[in-house]
């Protein structure tokens, strides 16, 4: 492929990548690989087509390992952590659980897998308190009894 070949690749990954798509940042690497291909050729650097393509991978792989998490956390922000604050809350199940067993309850608008820590069972109605959070999976142990 011509040297201006690669750029004009390059240069429309880098602008879908920053104005079209979200890709996380993987096409902004792919894009820069293709213009350093281009580049190369500019220099007068003549490479066969399959040297091109070598180049071009080798350069946008090693640099997407290299560069991508630490540069996207920079400009994004990075992850967000999930939180703990849940432990100590309030839970009402509307399904019994027995000590030891596992179910399904709401809590904040997402369903959650409830594990009963505790050695009383917790009826349908009951109120249990969020003790720890494993995963998915909170954790509960029954905090008043119905009466």
Do not use: H
Request: glycine share 12%.
């Amino acid at each position: 492929m011509a040297w201006w070949g690669w750029i004009v690749i390059g240069t429309l990954l880098f602008c879908a990548e920053l104005f079209a798509i979200d890709a996380q940042f993987f096409l902004i690497f792919i894009g820069a690989g293709a213009i350093v291909v281009g580049l190369t050729g500019l220099l007068g650097v003549e490479l066969p087509a399959w040297g091109q393509w070598l180049l071009f991978a080798a350069l946008a792989a090693t640099s997407m390992v290299m560069f991508r998490r630490k540069l996207y956390d920079k400009i994004r922000g990075g992850v967000v952590p999930v939180s703990d604050s849940v432990v100590g809350g309030k839970i009402v199940l509307v399904q019994e659980l027995k000590p030891g067993a596992t179910g399904r309850a709401d809590y904040r608008g997402s369903s959650w897998t409830v594990f009963n820590t505790g050695d009383e069972l917790i009826p349908a109605g009951g109120s249990a308190t969020i003790e720890a959070m494993d995963g998915f999976t909170l954790r509960v142990a029954l905090t008043q009894r119905q009466t």
